[in-house]
């Protein structure tokens, strides 16, 4: 039973509301409003000087464009060692009324637990379209990353001059061509290993302002359509010439053909052969894997790998993707999130170049769950040494309680809290104020207190930005990396820190994307529970390079350079 609007031989079944459920809710608002007091996650929103709202430029038509935007990143923009915070803006959509829009924002760390609105000092308070995702990488291997901002109608490439923005789309190569496109989920990579980034933008469905599908609800009220209303847009690849420039290599590299409803995407090499590889997630259609050739092309392998479609051999509304090392077994496997009352997918990778359907062996297989998940991202919140799982909820249909009782339109956020051994329970005693129903597109985390402790940052339609401050994992320990690269790309994107501590054995991934649309914290973070030094650490650089390391003391972050020396992170040494 598909909870959008009947239009085009689509229909909607509309259930009533009792009195049980409506009693049920009633409880479960109070339990919920306990637990935003008691958990490990507060709401540090209004205290940290946050104040932004992501402007969807919601209609009573129910225009489909509206259901997407927008994503937020944490990164250190000034290069001062303190993660600051930016946020994409939507404002005034495509076939809208002209109206002045709303900037997208930056907020600068003060480095107490406050912000500072840099948007205009930046040079960030130009006018980006309808923006729906950011990615963030030192694209130019100058020590300074710059923002990507994709969009309706196209992208945005920000460079980063120390602290300056400079928007140099046209120069580098990226204005959108046969548009307009609906840009969402970008990844930075350098999949031909030549030490420079290389861009992957995803693309979701084909919509124009006057193709726009009327769809309603059994009393003939507006609803959003089915995305099986609009046909599928490629994704695009752009390879980075070293000289600030890209040149579009899709067809090249074998992607040309291949249509979909583009949402997620992550880089990963899946099969260990050292090469960066690309899976990518779709709005019911097939997720790809895209397996790198290692000769500049890419082939799909999606449905022999496994990871194509869901159990029944269904295509799911595939939208924001978990990339981690989840079992300890050295393999990076993928949790994606799906519609209400379609199961999660966990693809566990076996090791063999094929990913095994493990939702349910796990606890998140259930088909019949009723939150609809946009955003997923791994952390180790408790500092336990296993990746966990935070997932951003809320659904796409205002009304959506009248159609499905067990469905509402603000939905909890949750933390998956791993086990030990891959398989997940939902820690409802830790989501402190992640449990408040809101709706969320983007989600990122991050160490912005540089406390070893990762947090939540989220935003979504009509929503205020929520940055979620983790108070837990008290008197646990940890140690994090931060690594420049020589040889490989500067920020280090793709290579691969494993770290042993007595039994556990952990390994972390630098990536640029995942989750939905946005850019979380890239400093490899473990957790070492009771351990006070990291006996054995060995990062292999994508450049192929092995870095060997041993007794590090805990609870620092430290700068690796490649081939280089490893030391206390001078950011974040007492000035």
């Known amino acids: 039973m598909k909870l959008w609007g009947r239009g085009a031989g689509l229909l909607c079944v509309v259930g009533l509301v009792g009195l049980v459920l409506y009693a049920r809710g009633r409880v479960a608002s109070v339990r919920d409003a306990h637990i935003a007091q008691s958990g490990?996650?507060?709401?540090?929103?209004?205290?940290?000087?946050?104040?932004?709202?992501?402007?969807?430029?919601?209609?009573?038509?129910?225009?489909?464009?509206?259901?997407?935007?927008?994503?937020?990143?944490?990164?250190?923009?000034?290069?001062?060692?303190?993660?600051?915070?930016?946020?994409?803006?939507?404002?005034?959509?495509?076939?809208?009324?002209?109206?002045?829009r709303p900037t997208c924002k930056l907020y600068r760390n003060r480095g107490d637990g406050t912000f500072a609105d840099v948007t205009v000092a930046s040079g960030l308070a130009g006018d980006y379209g309808y923006g729906q995702g950011v990615a963030v990488a030192d694209y130019n291997n100058d020590g300074w990353p710059a923002l990507l901002i994709t969009g309706y109608g196209g992208v945005h490439l920000l460079r980063n001059d120390h602290g300056k923005f400079i928007d140099v789309t046209a120069q580098a190569g990226l204005l959108e061509k046969g548009g307009p496109h609906w840009s969402t989920s970008a990844v930075w990579l350098d999949y031909d290993r030549d030490g420079w980034l290389d861009l992957l933008v995803c693309r979701y469905a084909s919509w124009f302002p006057d193709a726009e599908q009327p769809c309603a609800d059994q009393d003939d009220r507006p609803m959003y359509c089915a995305p099986t209303q609009y046909p599928g847009d490629s994704c695009v690849l752009y390879h980075n010439n070293r000289n600030g420039t890209f040149t579009d290599v899709t067809a090249r590299a074998g992607l040309g053909a291949l249509r979909g409803r583009a949402l997620g995407a992550v880089s990963l090499d899946y099969d260990f052969d050292g090469w960066p590889d690309l899976f990518v997630t779709h709005d019911l259609a097939p997720n790809w894997l895209l397996h790198n050739m290692r000769n500049g092309t890419f082939q799909e392998v999606g449905t022999a790998a496994g990871v194509a479609v869901g159990p029944e051999g269904q295509p799911l509304s595939g939208m924001g993707v978990a990339v981690g090392?989840?079992?300890?077994?050295?393999?990076?496997?993928?949790?994606?999130?799906?519609?209400?009352?379609?199961p999660r997918s966990y693809y566990l990778n076996q090791g063999d170049g094929t990913f095994r359907w493990a939702g349910p062996w796990a606890g998140v297989g259930e088909s019949k769950q009723p939150y609809l998940a946009f955003a997923a991202e791994s952390l180790d919140y408790d500092l336990d040494g296993h990746l966990d799982v935070a997932v951003g909820n809320g659904h796409i249909n205002d009304n959506v309680d009248r159609i499905r009782g067990d469905v509402t339109y603000r939905e909890p956020q949750q933390l998956l809290h791993n086990r030990g051994d891959g398989r997940f329970e939902e820690e409802l005693s830790q989501e402190g104020g992640l449990r408040l129903p809101r709706v969320t597109r983007g989600l990122a985390v991050g160490d912005y207190e540089n406390s070893g402790r990762a947090s939540v940052l989220v935003s979504g339609p009509n929503e205020p930005l929520a940055l979620f401050r983790n108070t837990g994992a008290a008197g646990r320990h940890w140690i994090g990396f931060r690594l420049q690269g020589t040889h490989s790309n500067r920020d280090g994107i793709g290579a691969v820190v494993k770290l042993r501590t007595g039994l556990l054995r952990q390994m972390r991934v630098v990536h640029s994307g995942s989750s939905y649309c946005s850019h979380s914290d890239i400093r490899p973070l473990f957790g070492l529970e009771t351990a006070t030094t990291a006996e054995d650490i060995e990062i292999i650089w994508p450049s192929g390079l092995k870095q060997r390391l041993s007794s590090l003391p805990a609870d620092h972050y430290y700068l690796v350079v490649e081939g280089g020396p490893c030391v206390p992170d001078p950011r974040l040494l007492p000035h």
């Open 40 to 100: 490990v996650f507060h709401d540090v929103t209004r205290g940290a000087g946050l104040d932004f709202r992501y402007d969807n430029d919601a209609s009573p038509q129910k225009r489909f464009i509206e259901t997407t935007g927008g994503g937020v990143a944490f990164l250190d923009f000034d290069q001062d060692g303190l993660l600051d915070i930016f946020a994409v803006q939507g404002g005034p959509a495509p076939g809208s009324p002209a109206r002045s």
């Open 325 to 342: 090392d989840f079992e300890g077994t050295g393999r990076e496997s993928l949790f994606v999130g799906n519609f209400s009352h379609q």
